[in-house]
């Protein structure tokens, strides 16, 4: 198993198997879409996988969608919308999207695009790669440790 990062009181264990079957989902969701910079992150705030090539800043991917989901999940429930799935922010020059994963899910999928147009297309092919992810995603082990 390899160590990919550590958060808090929190570490993933995920072999590379597993890690190249996600890099490979979010090649061709990125491929077939003009969407950019996907990754998959836990809601911990610990990123799993990643579309970038480059170090970006790693709070972007992380630990900032982490806290977003996390109050985007207190105002869903206080305000009883039910379970969160999905947080839109629409900035000057373009779209983040986040699809969080169902309550048993502990992941979510960070995605950006510039086309606000084909926002209900970007949403279908999200949530389709996002399906296919979910059985490879149960396979990832969160532990806690304490040092």
Known sequence: MLKIEKAKDAEIEISQQILDELMRTLEVLESSTDLEGTAIVSKQGIRIASSEATEVEWDIYSASPATL??????????????ELKDVVIK?????????????DNDFMLFTRCKK????????????????????????????????
């Open 69 to 82: 989901i996390s109050l985007g999940e207190k105002i869903s429930q206080g305000l009883k919308q039910g």
């Open 116 to 147: 606000g147009y084909k926002l209900g297309y970007y949403f279908h092919k999200i949530r389709k790669a996002f399906r296919e992810m979910e059985s490879v995603l149960k396979q990832i082990h969160t532990k806690n440790v304490n040092y």
């Open 91 to 103: 900035g000057t020059s373009g779209y983040t999207i986040i699809l969080v994963g169902d309550a």
